[in-house]
């Protein structure tokens, strides 16, 4: 079945340094959408990436889409103590595409 | 404005008893998605319904689990006989169109404790 990859699992870094997590499918995703669960909260939609090649940006954090539509990552530059949080990366599942797949998460722990 | 709302937001159960969690999804979404995640782990999809209509059951335990939307009144997902295993975090999803390629809008949660 589909699998959707994230590395790393874990990272903890110091306020101010960047972070990077890596998102990777088994199979080409349609679309590609982020997630950030913060500690003891529930998944809130980030952003979606449609095109191959596609990068966002929000204030620090940016999104991309790889060119073969099967990768994603999101950099996030100069961390903040805000962002710490589990993030997830999703795709519509291969299968039906009536739901998400969603990736193993990474989670970021910032300290000052 | 109100979000997806879910209740309880804690549940504690005894072995063998039942659990019922309920998902009221955001105003003038009738797409609901249910969701387990263990804790430090992912989401792990469970169901996706439309009202009255399960659409992909293929997440859910076959024994003991069931869900439903009806026409009138929040999403329900009910546990039977309960197992010390079925304790995790259970997130119910909405969407205001179907599948894979929309936003999808979670509620906080219901937390399931099985003592």
């Known amino acids: 079945g589909q699998q959707v990859m994230q590395i790393p699992q874990y990272q903890h870094v110091q306020e101010g340094e960047d972070f990077t997590t890596y998102c990777n499918s088994s199979t080409t995703l349609s679309n590609i959408q982020w997630y950030k669960q913060r500690p003891g909260g529930h998944p809130v939609f980030l952003i979606q990436?449609?095109?191959?090649?596609e990068v966002k940006k929000q204030k620090r954090l940016t999104f991309q889409f790889g060119e073969a539509k099967k990768n994603s990552s999101l950099h996030i530059t100069a961390t903040q103590t805000t962002d710490v949080g589990t993030y997830f990366c999703?795709?519509?599942?291969?299968?039906?595409?009536?739901?998400?797949?969603f990736g193993t998460g990474t989670r970021l722990q910032v300290t000052l | 404005n109100a979000g997806v709302m879910q209740n309880p937001r804690h549940l504690v159960r005894r072995r063998g008893q039942e659990a019922r969690l309920r998902c009221s999804p955001m105003k003038g979404h009738s797409h609901v998605y249910w969701y387990r995640q263990l804790p430090e782990e992912g989401l792990k999809f469970m169901v996706y319904?439309?009202?009255?209509?399960?659409?992909?059951e293929s997440g859910m335990p076959k024994e003991r689990f069931s869900a439903e939307f009806p026409k009138e009144g929040p999403s329900i997902l009910r546990i039977q006989q309960v197992v010390r295993g079925d304790s995790a975090a259970y997130f119910c999803?909405?969407?205001?169109?179907?599948?894979?390629?929309?936003?999808?809008?979670f509620g906080p949660g219901t937390r399931l404790t099985v003592l």
């Open positions: 319904l439309q009202k009255e209509n399960i659409i992909d």
């Open positions: 999703a795709g519509p599942d291969t299968g039906t595409a009536s739901k998400l797949t």
């Open positions: 999803a909405s969407a205001g169109l179907a599948g894979g390629y929309n936003e999808q809008f």
């Open positions: 990436l449609v095109k191959s090649g």
